[in-house]
C-alpha cells in the first residue's frame, strides 16, 4: 500500500529540522526543537481561505461530480488547475492589491495572527493543494494578507524520502508526523479544518498516535482537532463558465495529441433549457414585491418571485422567437390586476407597452407569479379566476429581456442522444399536460391579437448581459453549495463510461478509485434562479489555442497574469473573438 510505504519511510530517516524544511515550500529556517512547546496547524481551502466552489446554479448535479473529479480532464480537474483558484474575485493581480479582501475567515486569521505571537507554537498552513501548480499563489495569497507561518505544505508528487501519497489525508499524516517526531517538546497540537472527514481522519490518526507514545512508556501529547464552519463561495458565472471553458479546451488538446485513446476524449460544454421567458431585472423585481405588500399586507411565509414572465415552458420554437424579436430582445410592461389562487399564489397580470407591441406566452395570459407558499407551483397561476385592479396610482411600466433558464452540462463532444440542443423540443414537449386542468383543456399558445407593431422600436435587440442573482462586489457570489457535500458517492463520470456516478470530488480525493465520494445536490429546475441566455446552439468556446502546458506547470509570477479581458496566451476564453460571455447569462 502507498501508505504502508509513506509510512515505513517517515519512520526510516531521521528526523532533524533540516529534513522536515524540506516538507515546506517557504525558504525559512525553522526554529529549534527545544523553543516548541504547541504545533499549531490550520488547513486552507474554507479554513482559512473562502474558496470558490463550483457552482451549483449553473451546472447540472453530474458536471459537478466531473469538475471535482481527477479522472474526468487529462489536465486535471476544479482542484488541480490554479487559474480557478486565481480567479477569485477579480482575479490575482486585482485582489492581490486589496489582499483578497472578504475572501478570508477572518475568525481563523485572528488565530493565525495569535499563533504568530506565540514564542513557542510553531505555525502551519498545510494543504492538499499540489506542489508544483499552486506554491507560488498561495504564497502571494498568504503574504497579502501579511500572514507569516514557520512552514506552508502542499502535496509534492513524491515526498522528501521518496514517499507516495494515496490520498491528501494520508499525506497530511505524514507530514504532521515529521513534525512530532521533529518537535519532541511539543506536549500540544491543535489542527483547523473545515471538512468532517478530514476532521474524523484526524482525530483517529492523533489518538493512535497518543496510543504509540503511551505503550513506549511515554506521556501522550494534548491533541485538539477544531471543526471550522464551512464558508462556502462561488465565482462570478461568467468567469466561472470562462475557466471551465479554459480547463476544456487544454484538455481537448491534450486529447487530440493523444489520439483519443482512453479517457482522452474530447469535451464540451452543452446547455438544457428548462423554459423561456421574459426576464425581469432585480430592481424590477423588488418594486413587484413592494407592490404585493402594500395591496395583500397581511400576506406572510412566502418564497418570493416576480423575476419572470413565461414565454414557453421548453426551449422556445425559432418562428416564436423571430417573431418576438429574438434572444435579448427587450421589452416594456404594465402592471394591471393582481390575484391569487386559495391564498397560496400571488400573482399579477401584466399588459404590453405599447398595447400593439408582439408577444408571446404559452399562458392565457402575461402573467407575473410574484410569491408561493409551500406546496404551490408557479403554472398554478393559470388557475386564478378572480383578479383585482391595481390603482392607478400604484401601477408602474418595467423592462424585461428574453432570455432561458439552463443548465449547462460537460458532455464529450462525440455524445449524441442525450438532452442534445437540437432535441430539446421533443424532450420537454410532454410537460404540457401537466400544465393542464378541467376548465382549459383546449387552451392553446397565446399570441397577441394585434400584430401591428411591424417595427422593432419596442423590441430593441440587446446582447449586454446581466449579472446573475446576488450578485456582490468584486463579482464575488456568496451562498453556494457547502463545501462539505464533497463526501459520499461516485466520481462524475459520463453516461457510457463506465464509471457512473454524480459525485463532487476536490483536490482532497485525488486518491485511489475507492475512495469516491457523493452528491452535490439537486439539478432540479428552480424558478428564482432565472439568469439571461445562452446564445442559441449553447456556448461555443473551441478557439485555436497553441500547444498546451504541462500539467501541474508553475504558476506565473507577478505581472505574468493575463489582465482581465486582455490576450492570454494559454486561450483564456475571455475577450477577443467568438460570443460575448456576458451574453450568456
Not at 461555443?540 to 482581465?564: C, N
Request: glycine content about 10%.
Amino acid at each position: 500500500m502507498a501508505s504502508d510505504h509513506a509510512n515505513r519511510a517517515a519512520y526510516g530517516h531521521t528526523h532533524t529540522i533540516t529534513a522536515l524544511s524540506r516538507w515546506s515550500i517557504l525558504d525559512k529556517k525553522l526554529p529549534p526543537v527545544d523553543k516548541i512547546r504547541a504545533i499549531h496547524v490550520y488547513d486552507f481551502d474554507n479554513t482559512l481561505f473562502q474558496t470558490p466552489l463550483p457552482n451549483p446554479k449553473l451546472w447540472n448535479m453530474q458536471t459537478l461530480g466531473q469538475l471535482g473529479s481527477p479522472d474526468i480532464f487529462i489536465n486535471g480537474g476544479w482542484w488541480h488547475d490554479p487559474r480557478i483558484l486565481a480567479a477569485t474575485g477579480e482575479g490575482v493581480e486585482q485582489e492581490e492589491k486589496r489582499a483578497w479582501n472578504g475572501w478570508w475567515n477572518e475568525k481563523i486569521v485572528e488565530l493565525v495572527r495569535l499563533s504568530m505571537k506565540q514564542s513557542d507554537a510553531l505555525c502551519v498552513l498545510l494543504t492538499g493543494r499540489s506542489e508544483q501548480g499552486f506554491s507560488q499563489l498561495i504564497k502571494r495569497i498568504v503574504a497579502s494578507k501579511a500572514l507569516e507561518f514557520d512552514m506552508i505544505g502542499l502535496k509534492p508528487a513524491v515526498g522528501p524520502n521518496n514517499e507516495r501519497f494515496s490520498s491528501t489525508m494520508n499525506f497530511k499524516q505524514v507530514f504532521i508526523r515529521a513534525m512530532l517526531e521533529t518537535y519532541k517538546m511539543a506536549n500540544e497540537i491543535r489542527i483547523y479544518e473545515d471538512r468532517p472527514k478530514h476532521v474524523d481522519g484526524f482525530r483517529d490518526f492523533l489518538a493512535d498516535y497518543n496510543a504509540q507514545l503511551v505503550s513506549a512508556g511515554k506521556s501522550p501529547i494534548t491533541a485538539e482537532v477544531i471543526r471550522v464552519a464551512e464558508l462556502s463561495t462561488t465565482l462570478d458565472p461568467v468567469v466561472e463558465v470562462a475557466e471551465v471553458q479554459h480547463l476544456i479546451n487544454i484538455h481537448n488538446a491534450l486529447a487530440r495529441k493523444r489520439g483519443g485513446d482512453g479517457r482522452a476524449k474530447p469535451l464540451a460544454i452543452r446547455k438544457t433549457v428548462f423554459f423561456t421567458s421574459y426576464m425581469i431585472q432585480p430592481a424590477d423585481t423588488k418594486r413587484l414585491i413592494a407592490l404585493l405588500n402594500s395591496m395583500v399586507p397581511e400576506v406572510d411565509d412566502l418564497k418570493y418571485l416576480a423575476n419572470t414572465i413565461l414565454i414557453t415552458p421548453r426551449p422556445c420554437p425559432k418562428h416564436i422567437l423571430e417573431r418576438i424579436g429574438g434572444m435579448n430582445s427587450r421589452m416594456k410592461w404594465g402592471v394591471t390586476d393582481i390575484g391569487s389562487y386559495q391564498s397560496n399564489l400571488w400573482a399579477v397580470r401584466v399588459r404590453p407597452v405599447p398595447a400593439n407591441a408582439k408577444f408571446h406566452t404559452d399562458n392565457p395570459s402575461p402573467s407575473v407569479v410574484l410569491g408561493l407558499r409551500r406546496g404551490a407551483r408557479p403554472p398554478d397561476v393559470n388557475k386564478i379566476r378572480h383578479w383585482q385592479p391595481i390603482p392607478a396610482e400604484k401601477s408602474f411600466v418595467f423592462e424585461t429581456t428574453v432570455g432561458e433558464k439552463v443548465m449547462l452540462r460537460i458532455e464529450r463532444e462525440d455524445q449524441v442522444g442525450d438532452q442534445s440542443d437540437d432535441q430539446q423540443d421533443g424532450l420537454f414537449s410532454h410537460r404540457g399536460s401537466k400544465r393542464k386542468f378541467a376548465t382549459d383543456n383546449d387552451r392553446q399558445s397565446r399570441n397577441n391579437g394585434n400584430h401591428g407593431n411591424g417595427t422593432r422600436e419596442y423590441h430593441t435587440s440587446s446582447h449586454q448581459g446581466r449579472g446573475g442573482a446576488d450578485n456582490r462586489s468584486r463579482g464575488g457570489y456568496r451562498g453556494g453549495t457547502p463545501r462539505g457535500n464533497r463526501g459520499g458517492g461516485g466520481r462524475g463520470g459520463f453516461k457510457g463510461s463506465g464509471r457512473g456516478g454524480k459525485g463532487y470530488r476536490s483536490l482532497d480525493d485525488v486518491d485511489t478509485r475507492e475512495n469516491s465520494q457523493g452528491g452535490f445536490g439537486s439539478s432540479t429546475v428552480s424558478y428564482d434562479d432565472t439568469l439571461p441566455a445562452l446564445p442559441q446552439g449553447g456556448p461555443q468556446f473551441q478557439q485555436p489555442i497553441p500547444p498546451p502546458p504541462q500539467y501541474g506547470q508553475p504558476f506565473p509570477q507577478p505581472g505574468q497574469w493575463p489582465s482581465a479581458g486582455g490576450a492570454s496566451t494559454q486561450a483564456r476564453p475571455v475577450g477577443g473573438p467568438g460570443p460575448d460571455l456576458q451574453s450568456f447569462y
